[in-house]
């Protein structure tokens, strides 16, 4: 699947670096500020209320506790600087959800190719997950026609002609068929079920 590159959105854009006081902070400062990124660093912890839109993380001495929010689930991209590459290490950057990586020492070059890969690959995520969101919702609404024919059947109706009495209350109210179908079990739920033959 082909994404095109967002390159003109860096300009102005904001970057935090989460990582003690190095030489590869001010590395990266240097090229963030080269491409038009404005860049704020701090250790061990992110500034509180600070805005960004990249992060830069410290995979050697990071820790979970630096990162607001659920591994897996930043709400902006994750850059991950490593310089150990002991296979623990690579495993955690991985828990936490980077989207891209610079390894360090950092010199001239690599932040704005990794910016761009954090970009798309964040992108592409947000898009996954949405994608995942909408099939799971749609999957519930068909559960919930499945079971809302079979609350109109066990009232005595076939199956087509529980169909298409859903069709109908979706289309008198200019409704979804999922949507009728919550209703008619809303209104199903409490009434005795029939037993025996029509």
Do not use: C
Not at 40 to 67: I, T
Not at 113 to 124: D, N, R, Y
Not at 155 to 175: I, S
């Amino acid at each position: 699947m082909s994404r095109a590159l967002n390159i003109l959105g860096l300009a102005g854009a904001r970057a935090a670096i989460l990582h003690r006081p190095h030489p590869t902070v001010a590395a990266i400062e240097r090229q963030l500020a080269a491409i038009g990124l404005s860049a704020n660093a701090s250790w061990p912890e992110l500034v509180p209320g600070m805005a960004a839109d990249f992060l830069f993380f410290d995979v050697d001495m990071g820790f979970d506790a630096q990162f607001p929010w659920l591994p897996g689930q930043s709400p902006i991209p994750l850059i991950a600087l490593i310089g150990s590459e002991a296979p623990g290490r690579i495993e955690w950057s991985l828990a936490r959800g980077a989207h891209a990586q610079l390894l360090k020492p950092v010199g001239d070059h690599g932040v704005y190719s990794a910016l761009l890969i954090a970009q798309a690959t964040f992108a592409a995520q947000q898009s996954l997950s949405a994608e995942i969101g909408d099939l799971r919702d749609r999957l519930a609404g068909r559960e919930t026609v499945v079971r809302a024919v079979m609350a109109l059947v066990s009232q005595g109706l076939t199956d087509e002609e529980a169909f298409a009495r859903l069709r109908r209350l979706a289309t008198d109210r200019r409704e979804s068929f999922e949507a009728a179908a919550k209703r008619v079990l809303a209104r199903t739920d409490s009434l005795p079920v029939r037993k025996g033959p029509r």
